[in-house]
């Protein structure tokens, strides 16, 4: 008995999917740089206040 070997079939590919960011891409970096501002402006106020606090202690 004589066998024959069938081809396989290729494997099926997979959909290209081309992403569309409809300008969200940008509006999330403006919001992520936004958010760093504040939180660097934050924190060198919150610098400033202690570093006020302990130089006015300090004079006391």
Do not use: C, I, S
């Not at 494997?11 to 970096?29: F, S």
């Amino acid at each position: 008995m004589t066998t024959h070997a069938t081809p396989h079939d290729p494997a099926p590919q997979a959909p290209l999917v081309v992403p569309t960011t409809n300008g969200t891409e940008k509006r999330k970096q403006r919001g992520v740089v936004a958010r760093v501002l504040v939180y660097v402006v934050v924190a060198h106020l919150l610098a400033a206040y202690l570093y006020f606090l302990f130089d006015v202690a300090a004079k006391h």
